[in-house]
């Protein structure tokens, strides 16, 4: 059943060899002549574009496959291979990872394009696009891996990528610091996985530790070893796909440039956590427990991020909690193991996601790097190409009946409703509404009202036809995506549900109408709610708020960040510095110096007899003399 | 004797052991610098070439040594000069002629006082080290990891930084310290092996347990301060800070390997028992290594004594490796120890050549310099992604296989994975301390100090620092050559130390665990 496919291999090769050439040419010419931008940029797109249209014939040639038999492999090399531990360097695409791929490369390329226009004029362009290229490449190998350590290497890879696009504009201190926040979050998370693929080694690994081989042994896996690797695996996720209490560094995240919180820190490498336990599906059916909690942590994670997005004033980290709230709604459908509909919000997420954030660039790109919301206003007519296509986005977002982003949120809640979580549908449409109002509280003031700052509003202009071009095949996207999946009420077949099952273990509740229409009622309710709350406050002129009490703390994200600082990285710290101070000095080489210290006053004790004088010694001598004659005569017995 | 022996026809180990020392003997007559440069760098890359020889000729299927060569020393006392090599010692033999050409490369413009002494200490140092790894007679060994401290402590004391001389001696002392009981347990053994010095001849004896443990205490000594273990270990930081650029290279790329390949060749086989007994001790001496060395590695200013406290950490997962005694475990210890030399190794170059521009060791005064150093800060981003045991480099794969064993060791003991569990957290604090040194010097803070002046890293140092990360690479993507080499050997060790452990014996000195 199994192809071998000599070409999986260079869809993430591609873009690897991308960032390989552009990083030594910036390299090379960082001091001397500068390399045009034209040349980075198109060289730059090469490796996505080839890796877009080979992700294109993975489609198709899986497509022409029986529907059972759907999975190409390549089998590289054998990497580690010592006693039971085999692990070998290969790929697996299959439905699931073969839409991943589909999305990656198709946005992806889009960013790369993208960028060509945002970063033109910047001194590290070149870099810029070898780090992208580099992120693409650690992407592709974690959704085409063909087991977990082979995902584990792209995981790693996209967090480093991550990290040195977030500290891109290093002058300022501040961006280096989410950096460094970003990684170190996420290697907490990435302990989990690893922990977690170990403990799975040890138990069903003994056959092969791909994909394949593990989920023909799951079922001999124990209970509670289930559960432990299940919710370790979820740790890590936690960490990539920013959940509580690990989303603290997507917000920060923010401070590389916004090409890379478009493709990055919405669209792609968030997702991971996502892709991952639907990748492990055989293992999470097992364990209902483990569901359970990751719905329930995915379903509060995605209230509280809604909370800390109604009063966030930068449009970046307005849409970065977006993100970690929409993330949270995909991580509640992966728990009731409604995967398919986890994956498809995952799909037109990407589409919508992308296109807000690469409109958001449009709009600070006008405004000369002005991120603060109660800076602008009256935009709609300065920027018409971002005004539309954002509105787009914003409607899918918020769940507007017939965009994407309704179809995919209305799967996931007519899940929980189906798998019997009332609370989870009940919070989960709360969020729902919330979302339409800071969505559309941040749209509003952008674009409407008047202009809060004269001066930046005349020198702003319409970004070039390199951003609006991606703009606008989004905002397509954005729109059709969801009729994809059309559910059976709307007359549709669930298209994507039917690509995906094959890869995914999956079990459907039979559908009732009733359930059905509840849900779609209930969201299309939660839509308006939010909307016309947000239009009365800031649809014609928008003021901004002075927030009081509860509203002020919920600005300030209930102190999170200082509460983790207290308990966390200053006990470290602290730690840290009495070991190196107090323990290593003093008990730790305390023995050692004692005793150079002892043969130290020993030596100054003997000192105080070698006095230098001949007559002195001449005592000393007569004195031995006595005491040993004394001796003699004693012991002969003379 | 000899069946444990496979002869070469070409002394190609003595010869590797002697051309340094050939070296230094024409230095002697050489009074120009220049040429006693160009004579070090030609003799060093022979060896360095004529080691590969050692790879090309390695025969994978046999369990004995390799290479062999013997010689009547002092014939009264049976001590015999007899070297060889096995999958333990053939990669640190090869490890230590490569490293070396590039010591003194790295050397070339740091060392500007008394360059002909300084490149004779290092060829007597490359003599007496290559020694150690092929010693096949204790006598031998212990002869040469003795003389091994002397062009050491010369190095630290004349070429080191402002408190050389308390680091020198630190160091002499220290380590010579621990080796004395070594001495006592060789003489031990000699008198027990009708007196015999011959080091396999000393190996799977069923010595009373009771000796077999002072005998491993004597070991433990010996190697535990050179590895260093914790608590063990106060010795490294101030010899690191103070040893010039190439002596810092040799003491973490070489010098600490001293003391686990001791464990391998001398522990592990000679006292099987008392290995088992005190098993338990060890594997948490190296877990609070690697924990400790983590934490105090977070709060260095100095990037030196930053990098030794990681070697700290690094070199207890080493200890740990080898202690679970079983193959993924001790497989991996011993390409840890590879990938130890080649990623310390490599940042401490780097720190060379920061300290040969800023002339100072610490963080706040090389921040921010990757600004005008593209190049390099290329290069120190991949090593330090190695030493933090990035996916794709080195370390990963050393790492990996070393918790895989450990896990596999607690389950098939049938309990909780505590111990691999405890050295998780090390990776995390392995990130955070590599990640705090990167982020200073590639950019800074707001008040970095001027560098602008501040030239990239010339041809020479390209030259030096690329071979180190092709290894990173090379070992991180494709280590199974490497693992070949070293298999039979390992797999030969485990297989005798399961039969020759004597089950009879239960002494449980850990009977809690």
């Not at chain 1, 489609?59 to 291979?81: H, M, S, T």
């Not at chain 1, 206003?377 to 971002?386: C, D, E, F, Q, S």
């Not at chain 1, 729902?432 to 930046?456: C, E, N, W």
């Not at chain 2, 200073?440 to 890293?457: A, C, E, L, T």
Request: some cysteine.
């Amino acid at each position: 059943m199994e192809q071998s496919t000599p070409y999986l291999g260079f869809i993430p090769l591609l873009p690897l060899a991308g960032a390989l050439v552009l990083g030594l040419m910036h390299i090379a010419t960082c001091q001397g002549k500068r390399i045009p931008d034209k040349l980075y940029g198109i060289l730059g797109c090469i490796g996505p574009f080839i890796a877009l249209i080979l992700a294109v014939k993975v489609f198709f040639e899986l497509k022409a496959l029986d529907e059972g038999k759907r999975v190409l492999l390549q089998r590289v090399y054998n990497w580690i291979e010592v006693g039971d531990l085999k692990i070998s360097m290969g790929f697996l695409a299959d439905p699931l990872s073969s839409l991943m791929l589909l999305f990656v490369t198709f946005v992806g390329f889009l960013i790369h394009l993208y960028s060509i226009g945002y970063m033109a004029g910047d001194k590290n362009f070149g870099k810029f696009f070898a780090y992208l290229n580099l992120f693409l490449a650690s992407m592709l190998l974690l959704v085409l891996g063909d087991g977990p350590v082979v995902m584990f290497v792209g995981w790693e890879g996209v967090g480093l990528c991550s990290y040195l696009l977030i500290s891109f504009y290093s002058e300022d201190p501040a961006n280096v610091v989410a950096g460094n926040k970003a990684f170190i979050v996420n290697r907490i998370g990435d302990l989990g996985f690893v922990l977690g693929i170990s403990f799975l080694f040890w138990g069903i690994g003994a056959d092969g530790f791909d994909y394949i081989s593990l989920e023909a042994s799951a079922t001999n896996l124990n209970p509670t070893l289930g559960l432990t690797v299940c919710l370790l695996l979820f740790v890590g996720a936690t960490g990539k796909s920013a959940q509580i209490p690990l989303y603290v560094w997507l917000p920060d995240a923010m401070a590389g440039p916004t090409p890379v919180s478009a493709l990055i820190h919405a669209a792609t490498m968030v997702t991971a956590g996502v892709y991952m336990i639907a990748r492990f599906s055989f293992l999470y059916v097992q364990v209902p427990l483990a569901g359970e909690i990751i719905a329930w942590v995915g379903i509060l994670t995605a209230l509280l991020a809604a909370i800390f997005g109604m009063y966030q004033r930068d449009i970046k980290k307005i849409l970065a909690y977006s993100t970690v709230s929409q993330l949270g709604y995909m991580f509640a459908a992966v728990g009731l193991t409604a995967y398919s509909a986890g994956i498809f919000h995952v799909f037109t997420h990407a589409f919508f996601k992308a296109l807000l954030f690469l409109g958001a660039g449009s709009v600070i790109h006008a405004l000369h790097h002005e991120q603060d919301i109660w800076k602008m206003g009256g935009l709609k007519k300065k920027l018409p190409v971002t005004y539309w296509t954002m509105l787009f986005g914003a409607l899918a977002l918020a769940g507007c009946p017939l965009f994407s982003g309704f179809f995919s949120k209305d799967e996931i809640l007519y899940s929980a409703l189906a798998h019997g979580h009332g609370a989870i549908w009940f919070i989960g449409l709360i969020v729902a509404g919330i979302t339409a109002y800071y969505t559309f509280r941040m749209f509003f003031v952008v674009f409407h009202g008047k202009p809060a700052d004269q001066s930046l509003y005349d020198k702003a202009h319409e970004s070039p036809p390199v951003m609006t071009v991606p703009l606008v095949i989004l905002a397509v996207g954005a729109v059709f995506a969801g009729f994809l999946n059309l559910p059976h009420l709307f007359g549709g077949h669930l298209m994507v549900s039917h690509w995906l099952s094959p890869s995914l273990v999956e079990h459907h509740p039979d559908p009732t109408l009733a359930l059905e229409l509840l849900a779609v009622g209930g969201s299309i309710v939660a839509f308006v709610i939010g909307v016309s709350i947000a239009y009365r406050k800031f649809g014609t002129k928008a003021q901004e708020p002075v927030y009081r009490g509860f509203h002020k703390f919920a600005e300030n994200k209930f102190m999170v960040d200082e509460l983790f600082g207290a308990l966390i990285v200053t006990p470290y710290r602290y730690l840290s510095q009495g070991i190196s101070r107090i323990i290593e000095p003093w008990v730790t080489d305390g023995p050692l110096k004692s005793m150079a210290l002892l043969y130290r006053l020993s030596g100054l004790a003997f000192k105080v007899f070698q006095v230098g004088l001949v007559r002195v010694y001449a005592i000393y001598m007569v004195l031995g003399l006595s005491i040993m004659s004394f001796l003699l005569i004693k012991t002969l017995n003379l | 004797m000899d069946q444990h022996l496979v002869f070469s026809s070409f002394p190609i180990l003595s010869t590797l052991i002697f051309l340094p020392l050939v070296a230094a003997l024409i230095m002697l007559f050489v009074n120009s610098e220049r040429y006693c440069k160009y004579i070090s760098l030609c003799f060093t890359s022979v060896v360095a070439v004529l080691s590969l020889v050692l790879i090309v000729g390695f025969d994978t299927e046999t369990t004995k040594f390799q290479f062999a060569e013997k010689a009547v020393w002092i014939s009264s006392l049976d001590i015999n000069y007899v070297v060889g090599i096995d999958g333990i010692s053939i990669l640190l033999v090869v490890m230590t002629a490569l490293i070396m050409p590039f010591c003194i490369l790295a050397s070339w413009s740091y060392i500007k006082l008394r360059v002909k002494a300084f490149l004779i200490c290092l060829m007597v140092m490359e003599t007496a080290m290559i020694g150690v790894f092929v010693a096949l007679d204790f006598i031998l060994f212990y002869v040469l990891w003795e003389a091994m401290l002397i062009p050491m402590y010369l190095i630290i004391g004349i070429w080191g930084g402002p408190r050389k001389i308390y680091a020198s001696v630190k160091f002499f002392l220290y380590t010579l310290a621990g080796s004395i009981l070594l001495l006592v347990a060789i003489i031990w053994l000699y008198w027990q092996n009708e007196y015999s010095f011959f080091i396999p001849d000393m190996m799977w004896h069923h010595y009373a347990l009771g000796s077999q443990i002072l005998v491993f205490i004597a070991f433990f000594l010996a190697f535990a301060i050179k590895v260093p273990m914790f608590p063990f270990h106060t010795w490294l930081p101030a010899a690191h800070v103070e040893a010039p650029t190439a002596g810092s290279v040799i003491l973490a790329s070489i010098l600490l390997k001293m003391g686990t390949y001791g464990f391998l060749r001398f522990a592990l086989p000679i006292v099987p028992d008392a290995t088992y007994q005190l098993m338990p001790f060890v594997l948490w001496l190296s877990i609070a290594g690697i924990i400790y060395g983590g934490f105090t590695a977070l709060a260095q200013n100095d990037m030196k004594k930053l990098i030794a406290y990681s070697s700290v950490g690094h070199m207890g997962f080493v200890t740990l490796g080898i202690f679970i005694l079983n193959k993924q475990g001790i497989e991996g210890a011993i390409l840890q120890m590879i990938n130890h030399g080649v990623t310390t190794g490599a940042l401490f170059l780097c720190v060379g050549m920061i300290y040969e521009r800023t002339h100072s060791r610490e963080l706040s005064m090389a921040a921010g310099v990757g600004k005008y150093m593209p190049i390099f800060v290329t290069f120190l981003t991949f090593f330090s992604l190695a030493s933090l045991g990035f996916p794709g480099t080195n370390s990963f794969v050393g790492e990996f296989m070393i918790l895989a064993g450990t896990f596999q060791f607690d389950i098939e003991a049938g309990r909780f994975p505590w111990l691999a569990l405890a050295a998780i957290p090390g990776a995390l604090l392995a990130a955070a301390y590599m990640l705090r040194m990167l982020q200073r010097i590639i950019w800074g803070g707001v008040d970095n100090p001027d560098q602008s002046w501040i030239k990239d890293i010339n041809a020479r140092e390209i030259v030096i620092l690329a071979p180190f990360l092709f290894f990173v690479l090379w070992i991180g993507l494709s280590p199974g050559p490497f693992l070949d080499l070293i298999d039979a050997s390992v797999t030969d060790l485990l297989q005798n130390l399961t039969m020759h452990r004597t089950h009879s014996l239960s002494l449980n000195l850990m009977a809690p665990y």
